[in-house]
């Protein structure tokens, strides 16, 4: 008998899913999308209603996934497309109908679910349903959008710019987002005040602090100094009376369970993780973990989501734990409801987590620890979004002394409410919240009435400066792209990688500030562009793309209406955009190597200084300050070991992927180093060193070398010479066929290490894990492999698929 077909996206989802569907089912993986337009051609046909062109996506592994899954469709009684239950997974579902059902009388159907819980599972499959059309046409809508900027838009800033890089719909929103808040950073001129805190004592401890709120009845403003000291001199010898008290309950509630953005701001903010690393943790634990007692199951629902919704399974259930953990005065009469944000899809829910049963601390020692971080923080916010609120008693008490009044808060929480989840902790997991630098913090304050006298301690003026509004941290440019209803939830982490990618942003204490490069293809987009790039444009787009997946706007129309406005915008930008790779501009300097004018161009890094003699002259040097104001750098000399092929001073330089130390006698000679800073912070090097040993290219001796990756061993007459010596770790290569071939250590273009062939490209044999020189002893393969992880220790496992050999040779670390 048949068996259905359940396609999924990933082998962990289908790995879950598999267990509780049971033997009549078959679950493959589709490893993301099949299918997607063409690279090397533009593939919309613009004149014939913008019909796009779909191809299989050139990748070896994707044509064999789709052999693999044409084969297991002409063989299932029916096929179950289930990938998520967003536009991206809509979209998969359509393109695997459109290459599965050709060779297929199965019938296909479409299920959706928000978690990956038996019950979810299977109450899915039991009434499963069709593909929504207008949701692939909202996706289709934004691939086309995408493609008709990409493509068109990044050879103009190829030739006109640099070549390589792009400019995309969204991206380069965030992009001017970024730039603009630089350029009010660089604008800001900070203003001098002072502030004035008094350490007061009544009739009863403690003591307390309190600030000057109001001078001569006006809002304190205490501009310099001379100010500063005219106060204290006014206050200081003077009595502090209580002239008011105010006291007042106040209470705080929940906030919402998490949503997407949320969840990514959160993790940044108490854990310091990347919006694409929060992501990566979520889809675990959504996809499935192994939990003792319980298989493989999802831990927490969708994690791609703009909806504050909850079940009603969910509400019941999590209520239930409320009121056995924490006792009924934590329980509010009637679920708390949270208003959905505008243009929030409905149909999913919030994150939460799948089942109370699982609360983080008894699954701690089962997760790695960072997916505990998240699924703690997820588990933590959802729980509390449906208790009481907290409750304080809050009191505001102004005091008199000569012109000045002074204001001491004091709060005291009387009821924990939501906050015993976090142990009373007031600033759970969010990134608003945080006090002033200035506040003075509020705490308990002594029993006070009107007309008390209070003995003054001390008197503690502080200058300050404003300070510049704050660049973009990546939690803080989520927030504000979700605020401008830029992006959707699925791709703000794709929005920030593209950005740092191209080169356009960089990292400065886990802010981003734009590069040159990115300075540059901003602005000119902004000017020759400026009527699509840019906020409220962009959001308009993003609700046009919601109302064609509601069905009520023709997909079709929204493309003309953009496209018509889009080609009258680059027609012009081909004609007037600047052509800055044939810029000059004239300096005061003259090269020092034959005192021709030196000149500023753009290349590859940025602008630097060229001799106008070129290329008889290839004198260069680099620009100094940010501003690129024509004159040139300082070069650094390396005091220590001057170059060791010709003699010559090293001098500190910057290339793509940081400064590096080279020669002066360049380009004469080639000779670099990596930089190195030691103890006492100051900037040093180590020259090659020459070994025994000839180079097998060449014949000259091969030199141990420092590179971006550490120590390598390579040839003395790089970079005439790039031969490098790759390190043998004794294994023969085992694929079949292969002649002579030795396991060697690879790395990969991050400095992940990972294991090839000796004899690449002829042999293309690679793995993550090491190879060991000793056979299975379960089913004699050759080698095995040694595999070091966090979680399981440092384990020896068999290469083949069908073996079930492995065996711990160290245990894994005890967490603290």
């Known amino acids: ?252 509630k929940p906030v919402p369970p998490f949503i997407t953005s949320q969840l990514q701001q959160a993790a940044a903010s108490r854990h310091g993780f990347a919006v694409k690393r929060t992501m990566m943790l979520a889809q675990h634990l959504y996809e499935g973990m192994e939990i003792k007692g319980h298989g493989s199951v999802g831990l927490i629902t969708y994690m791609r989501t703009d909806s504050t919704r909850i079940s009603d399974d969910a509400l019941e259930a999590v209520r239930a734990h409320i009121g056995e953990t924490y006792g009924d005065k934590y329980l509010p009469a009637k679920p708390n409801v949270y208003k959905a944000r505008k243009g929030a899809q409905e149909s ?204 009520t706007r023709d997909w079709v129309k929204a493309l003309t209406e953009f496209n018509k406005k889009f080609n009258k915008d680059l027609k012009l930008a081909k004609k007037n955009m600047k052509d800055f790779k044939r810029m000059e501009e004239a300096t005061d300097e003259t090269c020092s190597k034959c005192s021709k004018p030196m000149i500023i161009r753009w290349g590859r890094f940025g602008k630097f200084m060229a001799c106008s003699g070129y290329p008889e002259c290839k004198n260069t040097q680099e620009i100094d300050g940010e501003d690129g104001d024509g004159k040139a750098a300082e070069e650094t000399p390396v005091v220590e070991d001057p170059c060791e092929k010709c003699g010559k001073e090293m001098i500190i330089k910057r290339g793509r992927f940081g400064k590096f130390i080279a020669c002066t006698g360049y380009p004469d000679c080639k000779n670099t180093r990596k930089i190195m800073v030691n103890a006492e912070g100051k900037v040093t090097s180590t020259p090659d060193k020459l070994l025994d040993e000839t180079c097998p290219k060449c014949g000259k001796q091969l030199a141990q070398k420092n590179g971006r990756f550490g120590e390598y061993v390579g040839c003395s007459d790089y970079p005439d010479c790039k031969y490098i010596k790759l390190k043998e770790i004794g294994v023969p290569c085992p694929k079949e066929g292969c002649k002579g071939g030795q396991v060697v250590e690879r790395r990969s273009r991050r400095g992940r290490t990972f294991y090839g062939c000796s004899n690449y490209p002829d042999c293309d044999f690679v793995a993550w894990n090491k190879p060991l020189p000793q056979p299975c002893p379960q089913c004699k393969s050759p080698y095995i492999m040694e595999k070091i992880t966090k979680r399981w220790g440092t384990q020896h496992i068999c290469p083949s698929e069908e073996c079930e050999f492995k065996e711990t040779v160290v245990a894994p670390e005890a967490k603290k």
């Open 1 to 252: 008998m048949s068996k259905a077909l359940v396609i999924v996206e990933s082998p962990a989802k289908a790995k879950t899913i598999n267990k509780f569907l049971g033997k009549d089912f078959v679950v493959k993986a589709s490893l993301g999308h099949l299918r997607d337009l063409p690279k090397t051609k533009l593939g919309v046909d613009e004149d014939n209603g913008f019909t796009p062109t779909y191809v299989v996506v050139a990748d070896k592994k994707k044509k064999a996934i789709v052999a693999e899954l044409q084969k297991a469709a002409s063989k299932a009684s029916a096929v179950f497309l289930a990938p998520d239950a967003d536009r991206e997974g809509e979209a998969i579902s359509f393109h695997l109908k459109e290459l599965l059902s050709q060779g297929s009388d199965a019938p296909f159907h479409r299920v959706r679910f928000n978690e990956i819980t038996k019950k979810a599972i299977l109450a899915a499959f039991a009434s499963p349903s069709e593909i929504d059309e207008d949701r692939v046409n909202a996706q289709q809508t934004r691939r086309i959008l995408d493609r008709l900027v990409g493509y068109k838009l990044s050879p103009l800033l190829w030739e006109k710019i640099r070549r390589g890089i792009s400019a995309g719909r969204v991206q380069s929103v965030a992009l001017r987002m970024i730039t603009e808040r630089e350029r009010e950073v660089l604008a800001f001129k900070a203003e001098e005040y002072w502030s004035l805190t008094a350490t007061l004592e009544g009739d009863n401890p403690p003591p307390f602090l309190a600030k000057v709120a109001r001078i001569d009845g006006k809002k304190a403003s205490i501009p310099d100094q001379k100010a500063s000291d005219k106060l204290v001199k006014a206050v200081k010898g003077g009595s502090f009376a209580v002239t008011k008290v105010t006291a007042k309950k106040k209470t705080r």
């Open 348 to 551: 999913h829910e919030a994150i939460r987590p799948t089942s109370l049963d699982l609360p983080p601390d008894a699954i701690k020692d089962q997760l790695k620890a960072d997916e505990w971080k998240v699924y703690n923080l997820i588990w933590k916010r959802f729980v509390a979004s449906q208790m009481t609120p907290a409750i304080f008693d809050t009191t505001s008490v102004d005091i008199e002394a000569g012109p000045a009044i002074f204001r001491a808060n004091g709060s005291v929480l009387k009821f924990p409410g939501f906050l015993e989840v976090y142990g009373g902790n007031l600033n759970p997991d969010t990134i608003e919240g945080d006090d002033d630098a200035d506040q003075v913090k509020e705490g308990v304050l002594p029993p006070l009435a009107e007309g008390d006298q209070l003995k003054m301690n001390k008197l503690d003026p502080k200058q300050h400066f404003t300070q510049p509004p704050p660049r973009y941290s990546e939690a803080t440019l989520v927030k504000a792209l979700e605020e401008n209803g830029i992006g959707r939830p699925s791709t703000y982490a794709s929005i920030i990688q593209t950005l740092a990618t191209r080169e356009y942003v960089e990292k400065e204490q886990k802010t981003f500030r734009p590069t040159e490069l990115g300075t540059m293809v901003c602005e000119q987009l902004v000017e020759h562009f400026g009527d699509l790039i840019n906020v409220d444009y962009t959001a308009s787009m993003e609700e046009e793309l919601d109302r064609i997946e509601e069905g």
